[in-house]
């Protein structure tokens, strides 16, 4: 079975930075996707993981360990378009299908 | 690179019809097709998997003869939503990933389905 856990809220100010934790146990791990979800829109990929350590794109990075089933999200720079829900997804072997949390909602404000 | 589309985005329809949406990769061609529901607040849940070529594997408690999913070639699939009722009024997402070895899937800007 799959158990994804991540805070269900966040709240940040423009210009800071934020750091959105997942924990998670799932059987045949793949890797870890992070997607953001505007509200009444779908998802959008914003980094996938398979190996441990930081990856870093932009204002965005992504950790991974797989060891500890755990991963994070450091959103830096924050801008009011960043307010969203962050979903992390590990992904399963075999047919690699995703499994998605309840998804953090980030609230950046002025 | 990687868009997906889906349409409709939006449908209305009445208890008891049957609702298609389309999904398009437009400009991948995708092996694998994935078939999501979302409610309000609620997480993403995988309906299930679509293979082109082949029959759609199903999730546990997802009715397969209720939700029919063809995947006939490899830029598009669909999803009926047989003798639909209230309850299934949900906002429908599709996602497609291009190749076997290739994780990552892309999300079509999903179908918001109201059902009186």
């Known amino acids: 079975g799959q158990n994804i856990d991540q805070p269900t809220e966040m709240t940040a100010t423009e210009g800071a930075i934020v750091q959105i934790n997942c924990t998670y146990q799932t059987s045949g791990f793949n890797g870890l996707f992070w997607y953001q979800q505007h509200a009444g829109e779908a998802p959008t990929f914003l980094s996938y993981?398979?190996?441990?350590g930081l990856e870093e794109k932009g204002r965005f990075s992504s950790f991974l360990s797989r060891s500890k089933g755990y991963s994070y999200l450091l959103l830096k720079e924050l801008q009011m378009k960043d307010s969203a829900s962050y979903l992390c997804a590990p992904s399963n072997s075999g047919y690699s299908t995703l499994t998605f949390g309840k998804g953090t909602m980030l609230l950046v404000s002025p | 690179g990687a868009v997906v589309s889906q349409h409709p985005s939006r449908v209305i329809c009445k208890s008891g019809t049957s609702v298609k949406i389309e999904c398009r990769s437009l400009?991948?061609?995708?092996?694998?097709m994935f078939w999501y529901r979302q409610f309000p607040k609620q997480s993403l849940m995988l309906m299930a998997t679509s293979n082109e070529g082949s029959k759609a594997t199903y999730e546990q408690g997802v009715e397969k003869d209720k939700f029919l999913i063809n995947h006939a070639s490899l830029t598009l699939s669909t999803l009926t939503v047989t003798s639909a009722h209230p309850e299934d009024s949900s906002f429908y997402i599709c996602?497609?990933?291009?190749?076997?070895?290739?994780?990552?899937?892309?999300f079509g800007p999903g179908t918001r389905l109201l059902v009186l």
């Open positions: 993981n398979v190996l441990d």
């Open positions: 400009d991948f061609q995708a092996t694998t």
């Open positions: 996602s497609a990933r291009e190749r076997a070895l290739q994780e990552t899937q892309y």
